[in-house]
């Protein structure tokens, strides 16, 4: 059973644009949610996290918006640039203090594609 | 920010030995350690989490005695994987986390190849 769903499984954009990317849970019990971006052959890095007392968290070019009512978050990717093509991955936990120790349940991924 | 390291990056070996990748935090004392696999264009599975000076807490269907995971140290922790097959070649990526935070740092793989 797939804890965290994310989409679109692809996405290409043009130099400039905005990339989107969605994720949604069911679990109430995740509480802490990071975005992770992975180049090929690499280990995921951490881009941006958000916990869920906070709608709206941005750090550059990189946006969070979470709505906790519908249990959903997304990433917004703004003044999309070819450096950027990479795998994205959405991911939610429960914290380190829940019984699973921090454990991350990752979405399946979305490989971005920036056009020049 | 924490760095974590993993050696080999790539290790190629015969089907029917045995493989060790470590990981290693350098600039923090990691409480818990995660290991993961990743198929070709595919999530990061997990495999184990471990805690240091305990043994390690697999996921279903990760067969124990075939990856051995021992976490001896705050910085250390190491994956063996005995008697290795075709079917174990994969990418082999570590975790990290500090005492009290939900950040996981990770390592940049290992890439498993049985030949």
């Known amino acids: 059973q797939q804890q965290v769903k994310q989409s679109p499984q692809s996405l290409i954009v043009q130099k400039g644009g905005i990339s989107i990317i969605n994720c949604a849970y069911e679990?109430?019990?995740?509480?802490?949610f990071p975005w992770y971006q992975q180049f090929p052959g690499k280990g995921p890095a951490l881009l941006i996290a958000?916990?869920?007392?906070?709608s709206e968290k941005k750090e550059g070019r990189f946006t969070i918006s979470f709505n906790k009512s519908a249990k959903q978050f997304s990433l917004h990717i703004m003044d999309s640039q070819p450096g950027d093509s990479a795998t994205y991955f959405c991911?939610?936990?429960?914290?380190?203090?829940?019984?699973?120790?921090?454990?991350?349940?990752f979405g399946r991924g979305t490989q971005l594609t920036v056009w020049p | 920010g924490a760095v974590v390291s993993q050696h080999p990056s790539r290790v190629i070996c015969k089907s029917g030995t045995s493989v060790k990748i470590e990981c290693r935090s350098l600039?923090?004392?990691?409480?818990?350690m995660f290991w993961y696999r990743q198929f070709p264009k595919q999530s990061l599975m997990l495999m184990a989490t471990?805690?240091?000076?305990?043994?390690?807490?697999?996921e279903q269907g990760v067969e124990k005695d075939k990856f051995l995971i021992n976490h001896a140290s705050l910085t250390l922790s190491t994956l063996t994987v005995t008697s290795a097959h075709p079917e174990d070649s994969s990418f082999y990526i570590c975790?990290?986390?500090?005492?009290?935070?939900?950040?996981?740092?990770f390592g940049p793989g290992t890439r498993l190849t049985v030949l």
């Open positions: 679990n109430t019990a995740f509480d802490y």
């Open positions: 600039d923090f004392q990691a409480t818990t």
């Open positions: 471990s805690n240091e000076g305990s043994k390690a807490t697999y």
């Open positions: 958000i916990r869920p007392d906070v």
């Open positions: 991911a939610a936990s429960m914290g380190y203090r829940g019984s699973t120790l921090g454990r991350l349940y």
């Open positions: 975790s990290a986390t500090r005492s009290q935070t939900d950040t996981q740092y």
